[in-house]
Each structure stands twice: as C-alpha cells, then as structure tokens.
C-alpha cells in the first residue's frame, strides 16, 4: 500500500512538472524611458549648500560628495559624504521609477539615523520630490526641487511646510558633476 502512495504522489508531481517545463520564463523585464532619465545622475558630483536655521539644526553652510551609479539599468544608488554646521554626516540613496504609480522614488538612510522616501515627477529639466517627515515631535511636507543647469550641473532647494499651504527655504544650493577620485 505504501508503495502504491508513493507511486501516485511521484504520478502527480511529475504531471504538474510537464506543462511547467514547456513553458518559456518570463522575459526579462526592460527599463523604460522613464528610468532612462535617471542616467543624468550617474557620475561623481560635490555639492555645496546653505541650510536655514530651523526644525533640521542650526542653519549654515554645507559641502559633500555623491558618487551615483547605476544598479542594473532600472536604479541609481548614490554614496554621500558631507560635512557642515552639525558635523560629518554619510549616507546612501536609491533613485528608482516605480511603472505602477507613474513616479519617481527616493529612498535614503543617512548617518544622523534617518530614513527617508520620496516620490517624486519631472517636468523639462525640473525635478520634484515631495515626502512627510516627523521632526521634533511636528509632521512637516518637504518639498524637494532639482533643476537642471545643463549636463553637469543641477542647483536645489528643500522647502518644508506644517500646514501644505506656506512653504520655507530650509536648504538650497548646487551639485556639478566632477571626475571622479
């Protein structure tokens, strides 16, 4: 009788097994125009800045690197150092597409213990992030815009909100591409 549950169970596994092995694998999946734009980020960049006194710290003057490369043909991871009125501070950050909300993502952890997503869109040569951050016990609306200044440089400004209505500079400042070290 064992014998014959064990021929019955091989029988079954192996009926299951055929129809897998004359399926085709799925193809693999292609990037798209869309992830294609993520390009402009890759490459060795120093960034200067100005932080305003506020809910981030004491305000001041900033510099740091970002080394951006891609991860497959679909992401671009970026390695920050960078140090200012607050001290060093290190990190990393993933620019990605995401097909099924027609966005663009941002997800970076940073030596200071943050963790932070953003979704963001581009329109021409300007980029825009928006997230929801808790600072100091406050839930605040950042809003992050990048704009292009040509292949090899980008200026930025972080403005952040309490009510989503009045909108304060906390950051500004620009990146340029430079060969790397």
Not at 76 to 84: A, I, W
């Amino acid at each position: 009788m064992k014998r014959f549950v064990h021929g019955i169970l091989a029988a079954a596994f192996a009926a299951a097994a055929i129809p897998a092995m004359g399926q085709q694998p799925p193809p693999m999946p292609k990037p798209g125009p869309e992830h294609q734009k993520l390009a402009y980020f890759v490459g060795h960049w120093k960034t200067e800045g100005d932080m305003k006194p506020g809910p981030m710290g004491p305000g001041g003057k900033f510099s740091g690197t970002d080394d951006c490369k891609w991860l497959g043909e679909f992401f671009v991871t970026c390695n920050t150092n960078g140090s200012g009125s607050m001290g060093k501070i290190s990190g990393i950050g993933v620019m990605g597409y995401d097909g099924a909300k027609k966005a663009y993502t941002w997800n970076g952890f940073n030596s200071m213990g943050e963790n932070e997503s953003a979704s963001g869109t581009v329109d021409g040569k300007t980029w825009t992030y928006t997230n929801e951050n808790v600072m100091g016990g406050k839930t605040y609306k950042g809003r992050y815009t990048m704009t292009e200044q040509g292949p090899d440089a980008y200026t930025y400004k972080l403005e952040m909100s309490e009510d989503g209505k009045n909108w304060t500079t906390a950051m500004e400042g620009k990146s340029t591409k430079v060969a790397a070290k």
